[in-house]
């Protein structure tokens, strides 16, 4: 054998062990990455669970304190209501009483100046 052909035999040689060597590398890997996915997915079963039954008691507490608070703004709106019927009722008289005491003054302010007037 001449000497190309046996640097072309270690040359081949060379090439397939790094070739196996780096498949052991990467099968390694994938591996580790197999065992890695294999815990994450245990992980986000226990936390789905988790979260299912400690969310539904919550969002249950929570349904029935927004239902307390929607009660209780409903009973407030009615207080408002009744007292602002109250406060158009008084402001209403007010006005009234306003307007006949500024005629009757506007009535004997004329009068006044009527009587003055002619002397």
Known sequence: MDFSQIALNQGLTFLAWVTSVVLIVVAGFLVKLLI???KLSKN???TSVMLNT???PTLKEL???LHTINELVKSTDKGVDSV???IERVIGKTKLLSE???GGFLKGFVSMLGLFSKK
Do not use: G, P, Y
Request: aromatic letters at 6%; charged letters at 35%.
């Open 36 to 38: 890695d996915l294999s």
């Open 84 to 86: 602002k019927t109250i």
């Open 63 to 65: 349904n029935e304190t």
């Open 54 to 56: 400690e969310l539904k």
């Open 44 to 46: 986000l079963n226990e």
């Open 100 to 102: 006949s005491i500024f």
